[in-house]
């Protein structure tokens, strides 16, 4: 039987990106689509799916919301996925067993384990055999999450550790022009030093970091939009942020971020 599935997004890219991206994956069928949360709720009404993959950060009714409401209206729960760009304190809080989460731009592989994900959890739920959470636990589990969206946030250093030269530097964060990973090495590159973080993901970097002033640009960077130089138009209505470090480096922006870059700087 096909998992059937919503997809709730404001950005018209990513919905696009997303759903050739569940496609993709054998036995999931998307529903309808929504840009936005009192859609997202009437749409979970009428379809009843499986799944949502929602996202956090819309106008007016976001993630979040939307599944206050739908406790409150005392609706049956599909699975929520949420997908974010760069809320750190949230992708935390997804780690409850109740939801998963998808980090924008999304990655084919981990939108298929977040589907995966979700089949195993279902088929725990109707199990009579299982040791699947009791709605009540489920509730108490989605509404923890929620209250933990409005905690303070703790405060952050403004350095970072960057392993150079054999030596280990604190970086101010305002110095930091990128960063980048591959091959699971993530590289940070200032006008004055080249060099490795102790973080394994870009997430964890990230998670040191001003979400004000660092944006995850493209699944591999994160970049200072203080050292932004130029903003290169590309192929097919795409981009590239050429940075002032020395190399002049070109960094490619993923296509849903393109409108936070236009957000961005009113492009």
């Not at 998992?3 to 994956?25: K, N």
């Not at 090495?185 to 964890?204: D, K, Q």
């Not at 981009?239 to 492009?267: A, C, G, H, W």
């Given at each position: 039987?096909a998992?059937?599935?919503?997809?709730?997004?404001?950005?018209?890219?990513?919905?696009?990106?997303?759903?050739?991206?569940?496609?993709?994956?054998?036995?999931?069928?998307v529903?309808?689509?929504?840009?936005?949360?009192?859609?997202?709720?009437?749409?979970?009404?009428?379809?009843?799916?499986?799944?949502v993959?929602?996202?956090?950060?819309m106008?007016?009714?976001?993630?979040?919301?939307v599944?206050?409401?739908?406790?409150?209206?005392?609706?049956?729960l599909?699975q929520?996925?949420?997908?974010?760009?760069f809320d750190q304190?949230?992708?935390?809080?997804?780690?409850?067993n109740a939801?998963?989460?998808?980090?924008?731009?999304?990655?084919?592989?981990?939108?298929?384990?977040?589907?995966?994900?979700?089949?195993?959890r279902?088929?725990?739920?109707?199990?009579?055999?299982?040791?699947?959470p009791?709605?009540?636990?489920?509730?108490?589990?989605?509404?923890?999450?929620?209250?933990?969206?409005?905690?303070?946030a703790?405060?952050?250093?403004?350095?970072?550790?960057?392993?150079?030269?054999?030596?280990l530097?604190l970086v101010?964060?305002k110095?930091?022009?990128?960063?980048?990973?591959?091959g699971?090495?993530?590289?940070?590159?200032?006008?004055?030093?080249?060099g490795?973080?102790?973080c394994?993901?870009?997430?964890?970097?990230?998670?040191q970091?001003?979400p004000?002033?660092?944006?995850?640009a493209?699944?591999?960077?994160?970049?200072n939009?203080?050292?932004?130089?130029?903003?290169v138009?590309?192929f097919?209505?795409?981009?590239?942020?050429?940075?002032?470090?020395?190399?002049?480096?070109?960094i490619?922006v993923?296509?849903?971020?393109?409108?936070?870059?236009?957000e961005?700087?009113n492009?």
């Amino acid at each position: 039987m096909a998992l059937t599935a919503l997809i709730i997004d404001d950005e018209p890219l990513a919905r696009q990106e997303l759903l050739y991206l569940l496609q993709s994956a054998e036995g999931v069928e998307v529903l309808a689509q929504g840009s936005n949360g009192i859609e997202a709720v009437e749409l979970i009404r009428e379809h009843k799916p499986d799944v949502v993959f929602l996202d956090v950060q819309m106008p007016g009714l976001d993630g979040f919301a939307v599944l206050k409401k739908l406790i409150d209206k005392k609706m049956a729960l599909p699975q929520i996925v949420f997908a974010t760009a760069f809320d750190q304190y949230a992708v935390r809080a997804f780690e409850v067993n109740a939801v998963d989460y998808l980090l924008k731009p999304f990655d084919r592989k981990r939108v298929l384990k977040a589907v995966e994900k979700v089949r195993a959890r279902i088929a725990v739920q109707t199990d009579s055999t299982g040791d699947a959470p009791t709605t009540d636990e489920r509730i108490d589990a989605l509404l923890r999450l929620v209250e933990t969206r409005t905690q303070p946030a703790r405060p952050q250093s403004s350095k970072v550790i960057v392993r150079a030269l054999g030596r280990l530097l604190l970086v101010e964060q305002k110095e930091i022009c990128f960063a980048s990973i591959e091959g699971g090495t993530i590289s940070v590159i200032t006008r004055g030093v080249e060099g490795e973080s102790n973080c394994r993901t870009l997430e964890e970097l990230m998670d040191q970091l001003d979400p004000e002033t660092f944006w995850r640009a493209h699944r591999s960077y994160l970049v200072n939009i203080q050292h932004i130089r130029e903003v290169v138009p590309w192929f097919k209505s795409s981009y590239q942020l050429r940075m002032d470090d020395p190399k002049k480096t070109e960094i490619p922006v993923s296509r849903s971020q393109t409108k936070r870059l236009r957000e961005l700087f009113n492009l």
